[in-house]
């Protein structure tokens, strides 16, 4: 687990992963007949998805340790389940209703930035540095090349669309600070597989007490929703490993292939074809350039470990 090879390959997994999360669930609005304004079922798709997760990673890892794993610590449950779950997906399933899947994942990617920042100037958790700072400067250049057409700015942005994504990257920002905070004496995979299901517990709730609703088209969607769940619950679950064996930060590095594989497969799933081309190249490089530059210092440091 510590071999480049195998870091690479599993890492690549868990991007190819997140990063298809964009045009799926585009996809499930479509099987699901949830509309762009049908926020209430929006909701509650997101849920449902993160229900599964929850039971997949608490199922998993129980099977693991031969023993399953209990609830613990709720205030800490809580609020993963608040920033990391709730806050974060509630504006992302309701944004990417609003806006493309090649906008969302490079905008998803100031994720990155964000924890950068949160981590720094509030947490005091590390060292705000040069590199950071460029890569974070590089970042933003990308998110506002995005949204330009041609030589002006497109004002067809919205906070219902780009706006809720960026504040759904925000919470993630938050929630990763908070994993990091709490990881010192705490079960990370148990606080990860709780906070999903009850995070996606409150969603549920929350889209079916305003009129939420699911109504998919043959065996296909269900499918869908399964594979979903099965994305975070994977992902979480190979990169949980990874970074039991690894340095942090040598691990971080390799995020800058989510928002390459968002933009991928947007093109490729849903046809988003874009008359921006040309910005949305210089975008994605920017912005994978930025979030290289942030980690590049941590690499050559874990380097020089060994």
């Not at 991007?15 to 929006?42: H, P, R, V």
């Not at 060292?127 to 700072?133: E, F, R, V």
């Not at 799933?269 to 490089?285: G, P, T």
Request: aromatic share 12%; hydrophobic share 50%.
């Amino acid at each position: 687990m510590t071999k480049t090879p195998v870091v690479v390959f599993l890492a690549m997994i868990c991007c190819l992963l997140w990063g298809s999360a964009f045009a799926c669930i585009k996809i499930g609005y479509k099987l699901f007949n949830i509309e762009s304004k049908d926020t209430m079922s929006q909701i509650l798709f997101a849920g449902n998805r993160f229900i599964l997760a929850g039971v997949m990673v608490i199922v998993t890892f129980s099977i693991m340790n031969k023993k399953i794993i209990k609830p613990a610590q709720p205030e800490r449950i809580a609020t993963l389940s608040l920033f990391q779950t709730v806050l974060q997906y509630v504006p992302f399933y309701v944004g990417l209703a609003h806006t493309t899947g090649v906008k969302s994942s490079i905008i998803n990617g100031l994720g990155v930035f964000f924890t950068v920042l949160v981590s720094c100037l509030l947490f005091r958790q590390e060292k705000l540095t040069g590199k950071k700072m460029i890569g974070t400067v590089l970042g933003f250049l990308g998110v506002v090349i995005v949204n330009v057409a041609g030589t002006s700015v497109d004002l067809g942005v919205s906070f219902l669309g780009e706006g809720l994504i960026v504040l759904s990257a925000l919470s993630s920002a938050f929630s990763s600070a908070f994993i990091k905070k709490f990881s010192k004496n705490s079960d990370v995979v148990m606080l990860s597989g709780y906070q999903f299901f009850f995070g996606g517990v409150v969603m549920t709730v929350i889209g079916l007490l305003f009129g939420g609703k699911l109504r998919p088209e043959g065996f296909a969607g269900i499918l869908l929703l399964i594979y979903m769940g099965f994305i975070s619950a994977a992902a979480y679950t190979l990169w949980s490993i990874l970074l039991k064996y690894n340095n942090v930060s040598r691990i971080s590095a390799y995020k800058f292939m989510n928002p390459v594989f968002g933009v991928l497969l947007s093109f490729l799933f849903l046809h988003e074809n874009s008359h921006m081309e040309v910005q949305i190249i210089i975008a994605l490089a920017l912005v994978c350039a930025g979030i290289y530059i942030v980690n590049a210092g941590d690499l050559k440091y874990n380097k020089s470990i060994k």
